[in-house]
C-alpha cells in the first residue's frame, strides 16, 4: 500500500480514483457521473500543477504508472463514448456531421444503409 501521507502523492492518488470513475462512467454510459468528475478532475490537476516537491519519489512513480493507465482506459472508452453518442445523436435529430474545419463531412457508408425518418 502506497503511504498517501505526502499531499503531493494523495492528490494523485485521488486523480487516479477520479480518472478510474471516470472509465467505469464511459463503460456504463453514465453522462451523470462524467459531468460530476469533471470539476473534482479540475481541481485535481490544478493541485498537482502547483506542487513544487514530493518526499516519496518511488511511491509517487507508482501512481503515475497507475494514472496512465487509468488514462489510456478513459481514452479508449471515450473515443467509443463519443462514436455512440455522436451515432445516436443523428438518429435522433437527423443532425448533419461536421469536421474539424467546420466544413460538412458525408457521414461514411458501408455495405446496406436504410434511413429512418420518425
Known sequence: MIEESDPIIHTAVRLCET???????????????LLET?????QLLAMLAAATSVHDKPALAAVVRRSIEALTRCRRLGAS??????????MRTGLET?????????????GSAVKVIT
Not at 19 to 27: F, K, M, N, Q, S
Not at 38 to 42: A, D, F, S, V, Y
Not at 81 to 89: H, V
Not at 98 to 110: F, H, I, L, Q
Open 98 to 110: 461536421y469536421g474539424r474545419d467546420g466544413g460538412y463531412v458525408e457521414p461514411a457508408v458501408s
Open 81 to 90: 463514448f463519443s462514436a455512440i453518442a455522436g451515432t445516436r445523436l443523428r
Open 19 to 33: 480518472l478510474e470513475r471516470i472509465g467505469d462512467a464511459l463503460v456504463a454510459l453514465d453522462a451523470d457521473t
Open 38 to 42: 469533471e470539476e473534482t478532475l479540475r
